[in-house]
């Protein structure tokens, strides 16, 4: 066990299983950076394992460490067709010989299903698709799957969307002792990152409370407006604090410029960023999280809310590898005018 691992489990005392390489790297971007008026860093965790599963492994550690620790034998868990989430459960499922549950939301049929709904298939979880609409009953459908696997004779284990629950957000205290390890000798200013439900944000605000570090944590929505967002974060902070003892006693900064629309909404333009960040940085980041943080930070540099010259890591939460089924599925064919301006060189 790395120190910076024996250090959280020592302090929090939750069993965990250890699945991904960490401390993921803290890579330098300084033409990135240049274009921002920043000393960029990006915080590897899209390398957070070796199957393109990224910061959800952080989560997950800590969910499949309580599932196991109590002999349970079925994951059930729910998400959107493209959900990150939910392909990274049914293929930790499959390697560690335990039975995967998963509700997926969206529209279309059932047959259209590609990227991360037909990879969890292909890993032998077993799928239940309902339209988007029905996304506010996900609590309901997951206790009558949980039902239905304990007359069955197993022992199911339930994984709220986004992993909000528990101590699966403690993953993120321990990327705060990675982040003060490896900037120790010339501090970060600033934390970005891409909020969803607000755990990631609540467990680096922790954790950064715990190592003393000076930094500031900027979440960027990619669901709701600010105000929403904060809400989230505090409700995610009580839980934190009943479980650990700890409070967070200071804001949430929670910027909401970049909801382009709405979660898991983007464009052409968005597209066309993501190709020129590919193409002139190298780095290549997903529509839904890590590009909207990105588009996020450029603003509050643009605006001086990050001041000039300040060192900052964006997290790289990953996602990308489910960039083509995104696409594919999208209302409007934006695979194929990325063909069409990428290979064929027709232009916008």
Not at 171 to 191: H, K, N, W
């Amino acid at each position: 066990m790395d120190a910076v691992s024996a250090l959280v489990t020592s302090f929090m005392g939750f069993p965990r299983l250890p699945l991904m390489a960490a401390p993921t790297r803290l890579q330098r971007l300084e033409a990135l950076g240049e274009e921002l008026g920043v000393d960029l860093y990006l915080k590897r965790d899209d390398e957070a394992d070796a199957w393109g599963n990224g910061g959800k492994v952080r989560k997950l550690e800590l969910e499949l460490g309580a599932m196991t620790s109590r002999g349970c034998d079925t994951l059930i868990s729910a998400g959107s067709w493209g959900s990150n989430q939910c392909r990274a459960l049914a293929m930790y499922a499959a390697q560690l010989k335990l039975r995967a549950v998963l509700h997926l939301y969206g529209e279309g049929e059932p047959r259209e299903v590609n990227g991360n709904a037909l990879t969890a298939a292909l890993f032998g979880a077993e799928l239940h698709f309902h339209p988007a609409s029905h996304f506010v009953d996900v609590e309901a459908a997951m206790r009558r799957s949980a039902e239905a696997e304990r007359r069955a004779g197993r022992r199911p284990h339930l994984v709220a969307p986004g992993m909000t629950d528990g101590a699966a957000n403690l993953g993120y205290v321990r990327m705060a002792y990675e982040l003060s390890e490896q900037s120790a000798f010339a501090p970060l200013d600033d934390v970005v990152l891409a909020h969803a439900t607000g755990g990631a944000q609540a467990g680096l605000m922790l954790g950064r409370r715990l190592t003393g570090s000076p930094w500031r944590v900027i979440g960027v929505s990619t669901m709701h407006p600010a105000a929403t967002a904060r809400a989230a974060c505090e409700a995610r902070a009580q839980t934190l604090t009943a479980l650990t003892g700890s409070s967070i006693d200071e804001p949430f900064w929670v910027h909401d410029g970049a909801l382009a629309g709405g979660y898991g909404e983007f464009d052409m333009d968005s597209l066309r960023l993501i190709g020129r960040l590919a193409k002139d940085h190298g780095v290549l980041f997903d529509p839904v999280y890590t590009l909207k943080a990105y588009v996020g930070l450029a603003q509050l540099c643009a605006s001086g809310a990050v001041p000039k010259g300040s060192k900052v890591a964006l997290l790289h939460s990953g996602g990308a590898s489910a960039l083509g089924g995104l696409l594919q599925s999208a209302a409007v064919d934006y695979r194929g005018a990325l063909v069409r301006e990428l290979v064929r060189g027709e232009g916008p």
